[in-house]
């Protein structure tokens, strides 16, 4: 069993595959996250093998796995009108094909917006989607990102996520990324009621499918339905709480990726704080975190 805690930010890729895995080393980061394209959409760069499997080699070599690729912000495949479903799925059939030159990769995006349709109708339209994806049988993971509920977000809440879910075909690639943020600002209380919040997650979805966590701290209050991150320990969830997080036997072995707003240094700052409140016992309960202020300097809000 893993007992090195697996935990890495999202990196740029605009110098590419080979500066993201030096970049992921030099914070002591063992995976990482990546846009495939422009998070506002648009056309994605001409697939540079050689580069890609520099970082393969390199990343091997440095124990560097577990690569999140994240879709576009501005894909809806749930969207009113048509051509926009079409280019959500045209776009992350695209990068799927992209990723199965990467191995060991999963593919997370946001499930969508209902636009005024109703949470039933995104639903059935979001599985639409997902089932048309499957029929190509990629070998990479795809992730339902676990939703803040602001708007018309589909994904609000476990209920949403598992409908979408039941209604895929072939889903045994089909996963969960949960954001600390989101299911926080979605009205789970993981700061006081961990426990809980991961047996209903286990009750509706299965803890089998959750593959991934987005570590973000909080601007908001619980339950606000916004969606605004902060860097660890600067927000309402706070330093303890990520401690508990990372520790809890149900998630210690999964890979954690931080999307705070904050410079490579400054996720660096943040990984080797997490790193020291990590531990092998099998759970163990954090008492002496103090929810003090990290440095660093913040460049990214999402």
Same mark, same amino acid.
């Given at each position: 069993?893993?007992?090195?805690?697996?935990?890495?930010?999202?990196?740029?890729?605009?110098?590419?595959?080979?500066?993201?895995?030096?970049?992921?080393?030099?914070?002591?980061?063992?995976?990482?996250?990546?846009?495939?394209?422009?998070?506002?959409?648009?056309?994605?760069?001409?697939?540079?093998?050689?580069?890609?499997?520099?970082?393969?080699?390199?990343?091997?070599?440095h124990g560097?796995?577990?690569? !999140?690729?994240?879709?576009?912000? &501005?894909?809806?495949?749930?969207?009113?009108?048509?051509?926009?479903?079409?280019?959500?799925?045209?776009?992350?059939?695209?990068?799927?094909?992209?990723?199965?030159?990467?191995?060991?990769?999963?593919?997370?995006?946001?499930?969508?917006?209902?636009?005024?349709?109703?949470?039933?109708?995104?639903?059935?339209?979001?599985?639409?989607?997902?089932?048309?994806?499957?029929?190509?049988?990629?070998? &990479?993971?795809?992730? !339902?990102?676990?939703?803040?509920?602001?708007?018309?977000?589909?994904?609000?809440?476990?209920?949403?996520?598992?409908?979408?879910?039941?209604?895929?075909?072939?889903?045994?690639?089909?996963?969960?990324? !949960?954001?600390?943020?989101?299911?926080?600002?979605?009205?789970?209380?993981?700061?006081?009621? !961990?426990?809980?919040?991961?047996?209903?997650?286990?009750r509706c979805?299965?803890?089998?499918?959750?593959?991934?966590?987005?570590?973000?701290?909080?601007?908001?209050?619980?339950?606000?339905?916004?969606?605004?991150?902060?860097?660890?320990?600067?927000?309402?969830?706070?330093?303890?709480?990520?401690?508990?997080?990372?520790?809890?036997?149900?998630?210690?072995?999964?890979?954690?990726?931080?999307?705070?707003?904050?410079?490579?240094?400054?996720?660096?700052?943040?990984?080797?704080?997490?790193?020291?409140c990590y531990?092998?016992?099998?759970?163990?309960?954090?008492?002496?975190?103090?929810?003090?202020?990290?440095?660093?300097?913040?460049?990214?809000?999402?």
């Amino acid at each position: 069993m893993n007992h090195k805690l697996t935990i890495g930010c999202h990196i740029s890729s605009a110098k590419g595959f080979y500066q993201m895995g030096l970049d992921a080393d030099k914070i002591d980061a063992n995976c990482f996250q990546f846009f495939t394209r422009n998070p506002r959409g648009g056309k994605a760069k001409v697939l540079d093998l050689e580069d890609l499997n520099r970082m393969m080699d390199y990343s091997k070599a440095h124990g560097i796995s577990h690569f !999140l690729a994240h879709a576009p912000y &501005t894909l809806n495949a749930c969207a009113k009108e048509e051509r926009l479903r079409t280019f959500a799925y045209e776009t992350m059939l695209d990068d799927l094909q992209r990723l199965e030159h990467l191995s060991g990769a999963m593919y997370n995006f946001h499930p969508g917006s209902h636009v005024q349709q109703g949470a039933e109708v995104g639903i059935q339209l979001i599985a639409d989607h997902l089932n048309r994806l499957n029929e190509h049988q990629f070998r &990479t993971s795809i992730l !339902l990102e676990t939703m803040s509920g602001k708007g018309s977000e589909v994904g609000r809440n476990f209920q949403e996520l598992r409908a979408i879910i039941d209604k895929v075909e072939h889903d045994r690639n089909l996963g969960v990324c !949960l954001d600390t943020c989101h299911v926080f600002d979605g009205g789970y209380d993981i700061v006081d009621h !961990l426990d809980e919040v991961l047996q209903e997650f286990d009750r509706c979805i299965g803890l089998d499918r959750l593959k991934a966590i987005h570590l973000n701290d909080s601007m908001n209050e619980l339950g606000s339905h916004k969606d605004r991150h902060a860097r660890i320990g600067e927000g309402t969830i706070g330093q303890a709480a990520m401690a508990r997080i990372i520790n809890h036997e149900q998630l210690k072995n999964l890979p954690f990726y931080l999307e705070t707003p904050n410079e490579l240094e400054g996720h660096g700052e943040e990984i080797a704080f997490l790193r020291k409140c990590y531990t092998k016992d099998r759970y163990m309960p954090i008492h002496t975190i103090s929810d003090k202020k990290l440095t660093g300097t913040s460049n990214r809000n999402k």
